[in-house]
C-alpha cells in the first residue's frame, strides 16, 4: 500500500541554520506530495505541494522538489527562524477512487532556538 | 473569516460515554474529511464525505458515525466511549474528492479526552 516515511525528530535548529526534513514515498503510479505544518495548539497548513515529477513547491522561503527516480520528497530551507518551530507533515495522495485522501508520514517536530 | 471550524475545541468525557463533535466549512467545497491524530501525532484518515454521500470509511469502528446534513457540515458522532478514543480530530475540506491535486484545509481541532 501508500506510505510516507520521515525523518525522526526532534530536530533543534539554531536560528539561520540549513533546515533538511527527508521524506520518502512509495505508492503506485503518480500522486501528489504535500507539506503541511502544524504550529502548536493549531491545525495543519498547507505548506507546499508537487503534483508530478521534477515539480519544486516553494513557500515561505521553504522548497521541496517530487524526485520520482528517488522517490523523494525532501523539505528544505536556507536560514530558519524561531518561528518556523512546529511539527511538519510530508504526506501524499493518489488518484482514483481514493483521490483526495491524504496519506501522512509521522510528523517531525522542529524547534528553532535563538 | 473561519474557512474550517470546528466545536468544541476540547472534550472531556467519561468512559462510555456519547459525544458528537460539529464542523462546518464556509469555502464552498464539495468535500469534507475527518482526521484522528493520536498521542504521537500521527495522523490517519477516518471518513471522507462528498457532497453528503459516504466516500471513504477507513475500517473505523462502528461507534463511530459521521453525519452530513448538507455539504457545508460534518458531524461525528461518537458512541460508548473508550479510552482509545482520546486523540485530536481533526476536520478538513477540499474541492473536489476525484482530484488528487487539491489543497486540503484543517480545521483547529478537537481534543478528546477520554476518563
Known amino acids: 500500500g501508500n506510505s510516507v516515511t520521515q525523518m525522526e525528530g526532534p530536530v533543534t535548529l539554531s536560528e539561520e541554520a540549513f533546515l533538511t526534513i527527508n521524506c520518502t514515498y512509495t505508492a503506485t503510479g503518480y500522486p501528489s506530495l504535500f507539506w503541511y505544518v502544524q504550529y502548536p495548539g493549531e491545525g495543519l497548513q498547507l505548506l507546499l505541494k508537487?503534483?508530478?515529477?521534477?515539480d519544486k513547491g516553494s513557500n515561505k522561503g521553504f522548497e521541496a522538489t517530487y524526485r520520482k527516480e528517488t522517490t523523494s520528497f525532501h523539505l528544505e530551507k536556507g536560514s530558519v527562524q524561531v518561528s518556523d518551530s512546529a511539527v511538519y507533515f510530508c504526506a501524499l495522495t493518489q488518484r482514483g477512487n481514493q483521490g483526495g485522501k491524504l496519506i501522512f508520514g509521522q510528523g517531525t517536530e522542529l524547534s528553532v532556538k535563538p | 473569516d473561519t474557512a474550517v471550524s470546528q466545536t468544541p475545541k476540547y472534550l472531556v468525557t467519561q468512559m462510555g460515554n456519547d459525544k458528537s463533535i460539529k464542523c462546518e466549512q464556509n469555502l464552498g467545497h464539495d468535500t469534507m474529511y475527518w482526521y484522528k491524530q493520536d498521542s504521537k501525532k500521527f495522523l490517519k484518515i477516518m471518513f471522507s464525505?462528498?457532497?453528503?454521500?459516504?466516500?471513504i470509511n477507513e475500517t473505523v469502528p462502528n461507534r463511530f458515525s459521521p453525519k452530513s446534513p448538507d455539504k457545508a457540515h460534518l458531524n461525528l458522532h461518537i458512541n460508548s466511549l473508550e479510552l482509545g478514543d482520546s486523540a485530536v480530530y481533526f476536520c478538513?475540506?477540499?474541492?473536489?474528492?476525484?482530484?488528487?491535486?487539491?489543497?486540503?484545509?484543517f480545521g483547529p481541532g478537537t481534543r478528546l479526552t477520554v476518563l
Open positions: 464525505y462528498n457532497n453528503k454521500e459516504l466516500i
Open positions: 478538513a475540506s477540499s474541492l473536489d474528492w476525484g482530484s488528487s491535486t487539491d489543497t486540503q484545509y
Open positions: 508537487a503534483t508530478k515529477a521534477d
